[in-house]
Nanobody, 125 residues
Framework: QVQLQESGGGLVQAGGSLRLSCAAS????????MGWFRQVPGKAREGLGI????????YYGDSVKGRFTISQENTKNTLYLDMNNVKPEDTAMYYC??????????????????RGQGTQVTVSS
């Protein structure tokens, strides 16, 4: 079992920056990759990016590539999402997720085996 808890959401102006954190606990050593996804009410969940827990390779979706960065701090079992140059369309509930078994792709992040409760990000224009 892996437990995930996001934090760091809030209100930010367009063009600004925000850092989301995800604290992981439990059997975290079992995870092959972790990622972030977001959801807007009435819309499909969108995978944003992944990071391989061994090696740290990252991959991103087109909508956030070049603006968002995923990183991890293994000693603290923490995953980060640095959001830069945010846009009003980035407004959503943001979730971190962990994959223990199964494919590690950006598109499948919303389907990973474990996810947190989410943190709301609102971008004002």
């Amino acid at each position: 079992q892996v437990q995930l808890q996001e934090s760091g959401g809030g209100l930010v102006q367009a063009g600004g920056s925000l850092r989301l954190s995800c604290a992981a606990s439990g059997d975290t050593y079992d995870s092959t990759c972790m990622g972030w996804f977001r959801q807007v009410p009435g819309k499909a969940r969108e995978g944003l990016g992944i990071i391989y827990t061994n090696g740290g390779d990252t991959y991103y979706g087109d909508s956030v590539k070049g603006r968002f960065t995923i990183s991890q701090e293994n000693t603290k079992n923490t995953l980060y999402l640095d959001m830069n140059n945010v846009k009003p369309e980035d407004t959503a509930m943001y979730y971190c997720a962990a994959q223990v078994a199964g494919p590690c792709t950006v598109e499948r992040v919303p389907l990973f085996g474990y996810r947190g409760q989410g943190t709301q990000v609102t971008v004002s224009s």
